[in-house]
């Protein structure tokens, strides 16, 4: 089966600190993906990386920034965490696009 | 990218099937269709994916006309586990990258 994890499933932070969520996967995929969730809102694609060392922009990539050194590990990065950040966070992988795997999810509060 | 409209909710009982259509009339021609179905406080999980006709695999239907505008997802005989949230995506998911847009949803109830 394949896994996808990520580092923390809560997480508190303050504004303005920064802050990295880190999100690894078992299966050798090259596409791996970063999206928030929010009630209203669906799911709403931050960035991706289709290969090490690249990346591309999602739907809302403002504030946050990826990287990506080893295939396996796509990590979120907040600058300078904000309110408005408070979100549940969710990273996947896949092969092909449309069959991506989903990690648990991240359930990040800023105050 | 195709917008997808699909009910934002639905009920059904155990044992009953559940069809949930979704329409994408601006589908393009390397376009499939794609959905997912989430549990609460999960991440989303694949369902199953055509391009058109039919599509089956042991969890559902998959039912996509001659022009592709719509598409309906069907679950046959429903149980309180199938109590989750459905999104249709329609894209070129073949692309490097492969962009998926997930819309609001569609929120299943099943009750007993």
């Known amino acids: 089966d394949v896994k996808v994890t990520q580092s923390s499933r809560y997480l508190v932070k303050r504004t303005g600190e920064k802050v990295f969520l880190e999100c690894v996967q078992d299966?050798?995929?090259?596409?791996m993906f970063w999206y928030r969730q929010d009630p209203g809102l669906g799911l709403r694609l931050i960035y991706f990386s289709y290969d090490v060392k690249m990346k591309e922009k999602g739907d809302i990539p403002e504030g946050y920034s990826v990287s990506r050194e080893k295939k396996e590990r796509f990590s979120l990065i907040l600058e300078s965490a904000s309110t408005n950040q408070t979100s549940m966070y969710l990273c996947?992988?896949?092969?092909?696009?449309?069959?991506?795997?989903f990690g648990p999810g991240t359930r990040l509060t800023v105050t | 990218l195709a917008k997808t409209t699909q009910p934002i909710s639905m009920d059904s009982y155990e044992g009953q099937e559940v069809n949930i259509t979704c329409s994408h009339n601006n589908i393009a021609t390397n376009d499939y269709i794609t959905w997912y179905q989430q549990f609460p406080s999960q991440g989303p999980r694949f369902i199953i994916q055509?391009?058109?006709t039919k599509v089956t695999n042991e969890v559902a239907s998959l039912f996509i006309p001659a022009d592709r505008k719509s598409s309906t997802l069907s679950l046959p005989r429903v149980s309180l586990s199938d109590t989750a949230v459905y999104y249709c995506l329609v894209g070129d998911h073949g692309n490097q990258g492969g962009k998926l847009i997930f819309g609001q949803g569609t929120e299943l109830s099943v009750k007993p």
């Open positions: 299966m050798d995929h090259e596409n």
């Open positions: 055509g391009y058109k």
């Open positions: 996947a992988s896949g092969l092909q696009g449309y069959e991506q795997y």
